[in-house]
């Protein structure tokens, strides 16, 4: 099997979600987002995008019902014992399959988490398991389970973390000297990614963003590709990957001399990110990290041009996003513990004026001060 951690850590993971499930009083769990299976059992595949279900009982007894495509995947990649698979066919309902399949492990009437909240869960697929599972059991809504117990990453997530880290450091690395006028993002892009692939890393779970001239203001990656010119601003957000496990850096990058506004606008995203970074510790919640951003960029009277989040929990992800559920935005009261992988990232966009500016690291939470997982400090990046 072709597992990236030791059996007593799915053993581990295992023990937390079954004492998990004895908390919230579940029978059984439905996963279906893919990054809850690959933590929880090694199984690494895209084929969620078909429906996919890991069934897990709260004695720590699991069955996988996927598509014949997925056998041998997850043969191979896990420690999955039982598989059953569903049969592609005209007018197929693998929920039908499903409760068969729950029926037999004598579920009925049974307690049932499931995980709606994910990629893996399409609005066909809740239809198809409400519809047949509505009066079978009762069913929960358990999409923050899982994912509340991948926050907190054990020492061998954390070799992946630091890992991935030290991959997008290698990416900038590989972009710097591309970054010219007359410079093209086609070679930068793949200069990055390519970095990240000599590695020993892996593709991340969405697209690298990447843009320029008026396209720097975009928050989302988009096809097309420019060539830099002498006076230019280019926006990177990208990540590392190590065994799916992401770390995240953005930055914009001016080409020419700076403008006053770019400047003032660089000059915002530090002072935020240096005063989160005081408050990004145990004793302080996610909603704290977004309060401290919005007061400084307020101040500034930049309301208009920032966002409504400023970062998220990052880990072991699945396109189409590797953001996690956990986010820093108004009111959020998870807490901040150690050991937790965070991105925090300050992104003004001034339309107003057609600037960009953009600051943004991942951070390894202690038991006191954050720890910066980036060689490369905060300094603004001109060329």
């Not at 053993?11 to 919230?24: G, K, V, W, Y």
């Not at 579920?107 to 066909?124: A, F, N, Q």
């Not at 030290?166 to 200069?191: H, W």
Request: charged share 20%; with cysteine.
């Amino acid at each position: 099997m072709a597992l990236h951690f030791a059996e007593e850590e799915y053993a581990s993971r295992l023990a937390r979600l079954t004492a998990r499930m004895q908390e919230e009083r579940l029978d059984a769990m439905l996963l279906f987002a893919q990054e809850s299976m690959y933590w929880l059992t090694g199984y690494d595949t895209f084929g969620y995008c078909f429906f996919q279900t890991l069934v897990v009982k709260k004695d720590g007894s699991m069955v996988l019902l996927t598509r014949s495509a997925d056998l041998r995947q997850a043969r191979h990649t896990s420690n999955i014992d039982r598989i059953e698979i569903w049969v592609d066919r005209v007018n197929a309902d693998p929920a039908m399959d499903l409760k068969n399949l729950l029926s037999e492990l004598d579920l009925l009437g049974s307690r049932i988490g499931v995980e709606y909240d994910t990629h893996g869960m399409t609005g066909k697929a809740a239809r198809l398991i409400d519809n047949q599972l509505s009066t079978f059991g009762e069913l929960v809504d358990a999409s923050m389970l899982v994912s509340g117990l991948r926050l907190i990453k054990s020492p061998a997530e954390i070799a992946h973390v630091e890992k991935a880290a030290s991959l997008a450091d290698d990416a900038l690395e590989a972009a710097l000297p591309l970054i010219r006028p007359g410079g093209s993002e086609a070679d930068i892009l793949a200069a990055m990614q390519g970095a990240v692939f000599a590695g020993g890393g892996d593709y991340p779970a969405n697209e690298f963003i990447i843009g320029s001239g008026a396209d720097a203001l975009l928050c989302r990656y988009k096809a097309g590709r420019r060539t830099l010119d002498a006076n230019d601003q280019l926006t990177l957000e990208w990540a590392g990957v190590s065994a799916h496990y992401h770390a995240a850096m953005m930055r914009t990058v001016v080409i020419g001399e700076p403008s006053n506004r770019h400047r003032e606008l660089y000059s915002a995203c530090r002072e935020t990110i240096q005063a989160i970074e005081m408050v990004l510790r145990p004793g302080n919640t996610f909603g704290t990290v977004f309060d401290v951003h919005a007061k400084i960029m307020d101040e500034r009277g930049l309301a208009r041009h920032r966002l409504n989040a400023c970062g998220y929990s990052v880990g072991a992800r699945f396109a189409p996003s590797w953001m996690e559920h956990q986010m820093f935005h108004v009111g959020n009261p998870q807490e901040i513990e150690p050991d937790m992988s965070l991105f925090v990232h300050m992104i003004i966009m001034d339309s107003d004026s057609g600037t960009a500016m953009t600051l943004g690291q991942t951070y390894l939470t202690t038991t006191d001060a954050p720890r910066a997982l980036s060689r490369y400090g905060l300094d603004f990046i001109t060329a």
